[in-house]
């Protein structure tokens, strides 16, 4: 594994934390076990054609993470991994990354009405298109549909991309393009490239898990942002922005994940002008602004951005086949070098099967009959769950009614947390994300999630009854007691 890491010498990021960035990795995965023995520094500084002090520098800080230790005339060797590093290394297995959609709270699965998850329900999936058109590659391509890849991306899909993403009113070409596996790698790969030890990031508040443990795994400062019915908190970010220096922001301007929230048009200029005025690079994460009910105000960024201060990252998971696993970056020039480099240490390449087949499912414009179905399924969910919310749950429970996406973000009365919420609606078949696993820190304990992703109409109507219980149950039960063996999603 050592024998594979590469320094770019071009890049703006130090070399010794290129390194240390590699080599922490390689631990955290258990690539390198405890006990091995490091290369010597001279040799290493050889083979990787840089100073000893880069070397030195980057063992200093494995180091002071107790990531290693020295043995004085033997070298340097991998530590045994701490208590302390747990959070770390879950964060680098994939297995272990927060992903709602693999949630399991009960061995009655069959029964359990999910309203934690953010994935479709396997009905919607397009798997008749799906079968014919892999069916089509191989005919076409034969075993050249299995071949290596190039790290960018298969060519035609990124052709193919460039015209799609042209209806939001946003220009790419297909340089500026980069075919990632999934949003969550979207977000790996660019921490990795802009974050460094100790670096400052901006986040909405509250904001996707996922990101948070991406950035946490960074050792990046976390700065949130509090984000309201019409966006992020302009005043705040500004107040913050003259105190930090922030690598980027990270946001979801549309149907923001947990809340629902969409950005005003005016908040989205706003922020674009404060990125031009304080040189802020942006990480817009769009994955629902397809899933619009009841206005177009979906405009994204990117379609504002004249300076290319922002790196777009869109995911076909929500509204195609999340197992699947794509999505794609659309990134300034500038940057795309550094990015590039990142997504081949990633995993080289992203599936080019899959590739392939997308890019016939756009081509043979299946992909708009599919948003079309979707939008008809979910519309339906949708306004049954704001009637239920309405009709069921007591008016101490507050929350806004989003304009689109999946999600409805509810905020309890403050003798409840979303703890206690969680147990009793689990013990009643009822899955739902409690609202502090979408905070960076001190989260309150009152809000919790639901997804409209998962759940028919009728299992909408039963679930929401039976919460609307729970919930009035617990006010009017002041001994109500939590137990504490209980583990709240993480």
Not at 48 to 67: D, F, K, Q, S, W
Not at 199 to 219: H, M
Request: hydrophobic letters at 35%; charged letters at 25%; a neutral charge.
């Amino acid at each position: 594994m050592i024998e594979n890491i590469e320094l770019n010498k071009s890049a703006t990021k130090h070399l010794y934390l290129q390194l240390y960035s590699q080599l922490k990795e390689l631990i955290l995965k258990k690539k390198l076990t405890a006990d091995t023995k490091l290369p010597p520094i001279r040799k290493f500084a050889r083979k990787l054609n840089v100073n000893n002090v880069t070397i030195v520098n980057a063992y200093n800080l494995l180091e002071e993470e107790e990531l290693v230790y020295k043995k004085v005339g033997s070298g340097t060797f991998v530590a045994p991994l701490t208590v302390q590093h747990k959070e770390e290394q879950d964060n680098y297995l994939d297995e272990k990354v927060y992903i709602d959609e693999d949630t399991k709270f009960t061995d009655n699965q069959e029964e359990i009405i999910n309203f934690a998850t953010g994935a479709p329900t396997p009905n919607l999936f397009p798997i008749a298109p799906f079968k014919r058109l892999v069916n089509k590659v191989l005919d076409r391509d034969g075993g050249y549909a299995f071949g290596y890849q190039k790290s960018q991306g298969y060519l035609a899909l990124r052709k193919t991309i460039s015209s799609y993403i042209a209806n939001y009113n946003i220009e790419a070409n297909i340089n500026e393009i980069q075919i990632i596996s999934g949003a969550q790698q979207g977000i790996d790969i660019l921490a990795k490239t802009f974050l460094d030890y100790g670096d400052t990031v901006f986040v909405e508040r509250p904001t996707y898990p996922g990101a948070i443990s991406v950035f946490n795994s960074r050792k990046a400062n976390i700065v949130e942002i509090p984000i309201t019915p019409e966006g992020i908190d302009i005043t705040v970010l500004e107040e913050k922005l003259a105190k930090h220096n922030p690598k980027f922001l990270y946001l979801m301007p549309n149907f923001q994940n947990p809340t629902g929230y969409s950005y005003s048009k005016k908040n989205k200029e706003r922020i674009i002008e404060l990125a031009n005025k304080y040189d802020l690079l942006i990480i817009e994460d769009d994955c629902l602004s397809n899933l619009n009910y009841t206005c177009d105000n979906n405009q994204s960024l990117k379609s504002l951005d004249q300076n290319e201060r922002i790196i777009y990252i869109k995911s076909f998971s929500k509204v195609f086949m999340p197992g699947l696993r794509l999505a794609f970056l659309l990134i300034p020039e500038r940057h795309f070098e550094d990015i590039l480099i990142s997504k081949y240490i990633s995993d080289i390449f992203t599936d080019g099967l899959v590739q392939r087949v997308l890019d016939l499912y756009f081509k043979e414009e299946m992909w708009e009959k599919q948003i079309t179905t979707l939008k008809e399924t979910y519309s339906q969910r949708y306004l049954t769950m704001c009637k239920a919310l309405e009709k069921f749950l007591p008016q101490e429970v507050k929350f806004i009614t989003p304009q689109g996406g999946l999600n409805f973000w509810l905020e309890l009365p403050t003798k409840l947390t979303d703890a206690k919420l969680q147990q009793e609606a689990l013990q009643a078949n009822i899955n739902l994300a409690p609202g502090s696993v979408f905070y960076a820190a001190s989260p309150p304990k009152n809000k919790i999630r639901l997804s409209i992703a998962a759940v028919s109409q009728k299992e909408i109507k039963q679930g929401i009854k039976r919460l609307g219980e729970i919930i009035k149950d617990q006010l009017e039960d002041s001994d109500y007691r939590l137990d504490d063996s209980f583990l709240p999603l993480v």
